[in-house]
């Protein structure tokens, strides 16, 4: 069974995470992060975890106040999926750094990251889900490639 959960302040992040849950099906649950604690993470085998950015690198609040439950939660075994929302146009200094953040918090845990994603059609500077040049998960932009957003979606899908 896949979890996957997402703080969104403003429903874009929501929204992806709608569309992933439509493509999983029966095989996945959607909960919003606002709702969760520690069990809820260790309920899952594989966790899909969506955050937007906000402030210059901020977490999306919900996930800022939740952190401490995902840190605490044991996700020996399990995969862990990320996707960000950002705008790489205002914020190219800091597009999708929140989507970095979740990673840094579970990246020292016993789960298995998976779902990197290539930098390729993005224009930015820096960004703390960068590594090896590479997203880190799924990056997204509504505000300024919503067009892209569906089928950038199905690919990463597709490889996960
Ligand atoms: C005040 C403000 C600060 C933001 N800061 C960042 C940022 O540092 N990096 C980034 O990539 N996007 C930033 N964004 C863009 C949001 O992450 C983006 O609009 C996102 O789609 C919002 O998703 P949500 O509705 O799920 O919260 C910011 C937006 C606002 C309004």
Same mark, same amino acid.
């Given at each position: 069974?896949?979890?996957?959960?997402?703080?969104?302040?403003?429903?874009?992040?929501?929204?992806?995470?709608?569309?992933?849950?439509?493509?999983?099906?029966?095989?996945?649950?959607?909960?919003?992060?606002?709702?969760?604690?520690?069990?809820?993470?260790?309920?899952?085998?594989?966790?899909? #975890?969506?955050?937007?950015?906000?402030?210059?690198?901020?977490?999306?609040?919900?996930?800022?106040?939740?952190?401490?439950? #995902?840190?605490?939660?044991?996700?020996?075994?399990?995969?862990?999926?990320?996707?960000?929302?950002?705008?790489?146009?205002?914020?190219?200094?800091?597009?999708?750094?929140?989507?970095?953040? #979740?990673?840094?918090?579970?990246?020292?845990?016993?789960?298995?990251?998976?779902?990197?994603?290539?930098?390729?059609?993005?224009?930015?500077?820096?960004?703390?889900?960068?590594?090896?040049?590479?997203?880190?998960?799924?990056?997204?932009?509504?505000?300024?490639?919503?067009?892209?957003?569906?089928?950038?979606?199905?690919?990463?899908?597709?490889?996960?």
């Amino acid at each position: 069974m896949t979890g996957i959960i997402y703080g969104s302040s403003m429903g874009n992040t929501e929204a992806a995470a709608r569309i992933i849950k439509d493509k999983l099906g029966d095989g996945a649950e959607i909960i919003d992060v606002a709702s969760v604690s520690a069990k809820d993470f260790e309920r899952f085998d594989m966790l899909i #975890l969506g955050t937007s950015t906000w402030g210059v690198g901020d977490l999306q609040d919900d996930w800022e106040e939740k952190l401490p439950e #995902l840190q605490k939660a044991d996700l020996s075994g399990k995969k862990i999926a990320f996707f960000g929302l950002g705008d790489q146009q205002m914020y190219g200094d800091s597009y999708v750094d929140a989507m970095g953040l #979740l990673y840094e918090a579970v990246a020292d845990s016993a789960a298995v990251c998976i779902g990197a994603w290539p930098t390729e059609g993005y224009d930015f500077t820096v960004s703390k889900a960068v590594i090896n040049d590479k997203f880190i998960g799924l990056a997204l932009d509504e505000d300024n490639q919503s067009d892209l957003t569906e089928s950038r979606i199905s690919e990463w899908m597709e490889g996960l």
